[in-house]
Each structure stands twice: as C-alpha cells, then as structure tokens.
C-alpha cells in the first residue's frame, strides 16, 4: 500500500479505562494495513472521531491557538470530562493515553487541535531536547496533531509514536523529534505537572509552539 491509497482523513486515537476512540469504519482497514508491524492503539468510535474533526469549525473555538489552547493550571481530562489522575499510568511503562484540555466550568474541550498525547516514561529516560522541566514524574504530553498532514498521530512503534496517514514516527524521549517519515517538524511539547491537591495531572503553561502542519 502507498501513501496515496490512505484517505487524509484517517485518524485514530487511544483506548483509556474511558475509551477514547480511533476512525471511521470505511478507512479502519487502510489504516491497519499501513501500520503494517507497527502497534495499533484503540477501539472504534466514529462519533468521538467525527466530533474531534469538526469541533474547530464550532462557534467559539475557532480562533483557538498553540497559546490558548491551555494555560497554566488547566486540567488534563479524558472524553468524559473527568480529571486525569498521575495515578492512571504506570511509572516507566511507556503507556499512553489521550488527553484534552478542561474546559472553564468543567468538561473536555473537544477539539481536534487540542488533542493531546500522555505518556509515562522512567523519570531518568528523558534526553534532550526534551524540556525537562516540562516533564512530570515520568509524565511527558505532546501535541497528538502530525506536523506533515494534521492526522492524529495515534499508533506505537516500539517506544516511538506512529503517525498511521504517511509513516512519521516520532521519539517521545527525545522531545519528539521525527526519527522517520515525511514530518517536518517535531511534536509540540505542553508543560505539565501535578496538582497539590488531588494528585491530577495539569498544564503549567501553554504549548510550546503551534499546533499541525506549518504550511
């Protein structure tokens, strides 16, 4: 299979406990096949999906930037809307979840340029350029939107994250740098620490640069 036989809308995300979902039914194979030996994350959720690919065009949410996407002391949630535990992964697992900022008043922001990936890492196994500062006792959150076409990069090759659309892969222990595929740019690293209070999981400032393709 080529690039040019996956549609540009194929995306898929990650299962939590919440289940946080993948892609439309019609493209569930061509994204399979062009894994190939990479790992899959996720079940089928075509409304989820579907939602998260519209929600920037709702009323409210267009003028939605790398800036305000979150701010410092925004909340980490899951579809649901409920609050994300640091308790929720195990340390060094190199598990992963998918994330979206909290809205004020409460619920997920649902917004594809908000997506946002958590991983959970040993807190040594970092290297530059990561920020490490940006880190969390293991914890490591990036932008989930691929640099080169905007999928949503939602697949595991090892401990590298797979863009399922053209095969960018990107290394979470190395601030994301693109280590294959035809991405240009690393992922977007978000600032994250843990809330005093409750043990739950929270920016500490906005990403580090914009979201998605620079063309």
Known sequence: MTDDDIPDDAVSLDETDHEISVTTRRNVAKVLGVMGGAAAIGAFSVNFITGLADAGLASGEADLTYENIYVEGTHLVDQDGERISADQIEQGSGDTITALPEKEGGGALENKKATTLLARFGPDDFEEPTELDWTADGYVAYSMVCTHEECLVSG????????????????PLRGAEVVGGPA??????????????GNLLLATGPFEGPIGASH
């Open 184 to 197: 240009p740019d690393p992922l977007p690293q978000l600032p994250i620490g843990v809330s005093d209070e």
């Open 156 to 171: 595991r090759d090892g401990d590298d994250l797979f863009c399922p659309c053209h095969g960018t892969s990107y290394d």
